[in-house]
Antibody, heavy 115, light 108 residues
Framework: EVQLVETGGVVVQPGGSLRLSCAAS????????MHWVRHTPGKGLEWVSLISWDGNRRNYADSVKGRFTISRDNTRNSLYLQMNSLTTEDSALYYC????????WGQGTLVTVSS | IVLTQSPGTLSLSPGERATLSCRAS???????LAWYQQKPGQPPRLLIY???HRATGIPDRFSGGGSKTDFTLTITRLEPEDFAVYYC??????????FGGGTKVEIK
């Protein structure tokens, strides 16, 4: 059974940084592209970033480009999202997602950017 | 590509047929259009991929159709567990992978 468990979401001040993690199990992690997707009640679902199976391809939504960095450690079956220069617009529930289309999702980790 | 879903809310009774629309601002390459269902407190669940193919374990009352810029998700007979928010998404070979704004199917 595929399991994706996100951690790292907290309350952080505007301008701050945060690192999200996703622990994957139940599948061959190093075979799959992985994504981060976020959800807010007002804006709905927004794709944030992807990383190819080998880490050589990384793409970002325009809204986070230059501030967020996606990475992975295939030896630890883990996905990461380094988030810098956070704004209130980044407040959301962040999901770790397997493959394209998005066929398996974690439960999400909540990021709140507030002073 | 911008995806526009309509209606914003659909009020129906169990047993009725639901038809949801997703319109793309330009043609979706290879019909790489997916539909997801999301219930409160849960992550989205993939229902349909490549416009018309049901994902694993999805009941056959869910069907996808359409091509190029106009796509539909049909639920032939609404079950109580089908009342949720539905999103369409384009997932071409290159990102970004935009979602539509969602359609809420609520109990009338």
């Amino acid at each position: 059974e595929v399991q994706l468990v996100e951690t790292g979401g907290v309350v952080v001040q505007p301008g701050g940084s945060l690192r999200l993690s996703c622990a994957a199990s139940g599948f061959a992690f190093d075979d799959y592209t992985m994504h981060w997707v976020r959800h807010t009640p007002g804006k709905g679902l927004e794709w944030v970033s992807l990383i190819s199976w080998d880490g050589n391809r990384r793409n970002y939504a325009d809204s986070v480009k230059g501030r967020f960095t996606i990475s992975r450690d295939n030896t630890r079956n883990s996905l990461y999202l380094q988030m810098n220069s956070l704004t209130t617009e980044d407040s959301a529930l962040y999901y770790c997602v397997k493959d394209t289309p998005f066929d398996d999702w974690g439960q999400g980790t909540l990021v709140t950017v507030s002073s | 590509i911008v995806l526009t879903q309509s209606p914003g809310t659909l009020s129906l009774s169990p047993g009725e047929r639901a038809t949801l629309s997703c319109r793309a601002s330009q043609s979706v390459p290879s019909n790489y259009l997916a539909w997801y269902q999301q219930k409160p407190g849960q992550p989205p669940r993939l229902l349909i991929y490549a416009a018309r193919h049901r994902a694993t374990g999805i009941p056959d009352r869910f069907s996808g159709g359409g091509s190029k810029t106009d796509f539909t998700l049909t639920i032939t007979r609404l079950e109580p567990e089908d009342f949720a928010v539905y999103y369409c998404q384009q997932y071409d070979t290159s990102p970004p992978y935009p979602f539509g704004g969602g359609t809420k199917v609520e109990i009338k």
